[in-house]
């Protein structure tokens, strides 16, 4: 499967949205992104609620890595149109 850079943006969107409401629902406040899951750990008193965090953790991650690179694979596109344009 095959995802387009809008795709991916809005799937991250929907995950950053859904992070949020389980940030706001159990004040996690973590002062560094190293101690979000022991913060978690210790905050999040629903299992269901702690393993769909760390589902949107991994699903954040990958999302974004694939982001970045779909986004360095448009800018190298963008690349070499523009020097074929000039020769």
């Known amino acids: ?5 809008s795709d991916t943006r809005k799937k991250l969107d929907q995950i950053t949205a859904e992070m949020l409401e389980l940030i ?3 004040d996690l406040d973590a ?7 022991k913060v978690a750990r ?3 008193t629903d299992q269901k609620d702690y393993i769909r965090f ?11 890595e694939y982001g970045d690179a779909l986004q360095k694979q448009i800018d190298e596109q963008a690349k070499v149109e523009a020097a074929k344009k000039l020769n």
């Open 31 to 37: 002062a560094s992104p190293f101690d979000v899951i």
């Open 54 to 64: 760390l589902e949107l953790s991994l699903e954040g991650r990958i999302y974004g």
């Open 42 to 44: 210790t905050k999040i």
């Open 1 to 5: 499967m095959t995802l387009s850079y």
């Open 24 to 26: 706001r629902k159990y």
